[in-house]
């Protein structure tokens, strides 16, 4: 039984060399097609995992700002049909921050969206170029103000550790987001993904990405930062004020059941993986064919299962409850985390072993992968 509910719109106006998410840019999309098809594929998750009213909505991208607000509104109605909906249901939707769009957030607001994830990505209009953006700063803090009117939750994104960008730059730049009062923030470091236009550029010497120790240098500053503000982080790119944490990545990355719909979704269902067909035609047409667009049902080895659950949680602040974990997966604890390595990263400083709780300190949190691949017991990778 899921109680949150994912829903992927793979469609955006425009490319940005950096993203390597399921995202495409087409003339037109059928919006009545669409609307149907993301209805049959809920349904097909709700007649398998239903039967507890949904505490989270999140409509993920490419950019579901672009959905007609009657088109949410729809989905929101047959969710709500098929599984209820929880008192404090939260539904959110990623936005990106232009005039057209934010002229939509009143209507999305009244669709039952309570929540909206801005694409701010920067507060200089030199670094937005650079990200191939469509908005410029002065855009961008409209629709923040827009968003702030509609929505009582609101959340933006943040790039740093961009190219040459300094110490300095970097903490003017996060003190001035800081002081918009949004009671979440998202802040990720810019990555290189492979098969990006960016990737290309690297390559191809156009620029060089920013050292690790300069960004090791910008990260420590972003979680002082948004500490001394009141929203520490509570996952390695999130941060919040008290009880302002996304509950539906909150599920998550706590590894429990998530429905995904929509092109390249990705679920949680009874131990099983499911996923969508990628391409928004292939998962349109497998739809009208089978009536869903899963393209693939794995069933999860319990260890397979538990390794998630610690890849998951320990990105999180508050860490992994390994004995619960234990239980849920029939493992002992000594095969989930390997004992020698726990000792060892324990007296390094870079976890705190609670014995039935065990996380990543801020020490650790620059090197999480590392850490990672340390801790997590390699028969249970290999499983
Ligand atoms: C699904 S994406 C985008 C949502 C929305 N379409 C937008 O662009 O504003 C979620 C977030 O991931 C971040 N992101 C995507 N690719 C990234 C990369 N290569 N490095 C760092 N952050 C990235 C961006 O901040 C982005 O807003
Ligand atoms: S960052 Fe957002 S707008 Fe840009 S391509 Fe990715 S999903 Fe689309």
Redesign the pocket.
């Known amino acids: 039984m899921a109680r949150a509910l994912y829903i992927h719109w793979p469609f ?1 106006l425009k490319k ?1 060399p ?4 399921n ?1 495409h840019v087409r003339d037109e999309v059928d919006h009545a097609a669409w609307q149907r098809a993301l209805i049959a594929d809920m349904r097909h998750e709700a007649a398998l995992a239903g039967g507890e009213p949904l505490a989270s909505i999140f409509f ?6 672009l959905m007609p607000p009657a088109l949410v509104d729809g989905l929101l109605a047959e969710a709500e049909r098929l599984w209820g909906f929880a008192d404090d249901v939260e539904i959110t939707l ?4 232009s005039s057209v769009e934010a002229a939509a957030f009143g209507d999305l607001a009244r669709a039952g969206v309570n929540r909206v ?5 920067a507060l200089d209009d030199a670094a937005l170029r650079f990200l191939g ?1 469509l908005h410029d700063v002065a855009e961008g803090l409209d629709a923040l103000a827009v968003a702030q009117r509609h929505f009582a939750r609101v959340s933006f ?3 740093y ?1 961009r190219p040459n960008q300094s110490v300095a730059a970097w903490e003017r730049e996060l003190e001035r987001a800081l002081g918009f009062g949004t009671g979440h923030l ?1 802040l ?6 492979p098969n ?1 236009r ?1 990737a290309t550029d690297v390559r191809q010497g156009r620029f060089d990405p920013l050292d690790d120790d300069p960004a090791a240098e910008l990260f420590e500053v972003t979680r002082a930062l948004t500490a001394n503000a009141g929203l520490p982080a509570y996952e390695i ?1 999130n941060h919040a004020r008290p009880n302002e944490q996304s509950r539906h990545n909150l599920a998550y990355w706590r590894y429990q059941d998530c429905c995904g719909i929509g092109p390249g979704a990705h679920g949680r269902r009874g131990g099983a993986a499911t996923m969508r067909h990628r391409k928004p035609e292939n998962w349109l047409s497998a739809v009208v064919e089978h009536g869903h667009g899963l393209r693939e049902e794995t069933s999860l080895s319990p260890s397979t299962a538990a390794s998630e659950a610690l890849l998951m949680g320990l990105r999180l602040a508050e860490g992994v409850p390994l004995a619960e974990i234990a239980t849920r997966f029939g493992i002992e604890p000594a095969r989930l985390i390997d004992p020698q390595r726990r000792e060892m990263l324990a007296q390094l400083g870079f976890i705190r072993d609670e014995g039935e709780r065990l996380a990543v300190t801020p020490r650790g949190m620059p090197v999480l992968d590392a850490i990672l691949g340390e801790l997590v017991h390699p028969e249970l990778v290999a499983a």
């Open positions: 955006c940005c950096y993203c390597d998410f995202s993920g991208g490419g950019t579901p700002s990623e936005a990106n921050p994830s801005l694409g701010l990505q953006r994104d943040l790039i550790a998202s990720y470091q810019l990555t290189i993904e990006t960016f790119s």
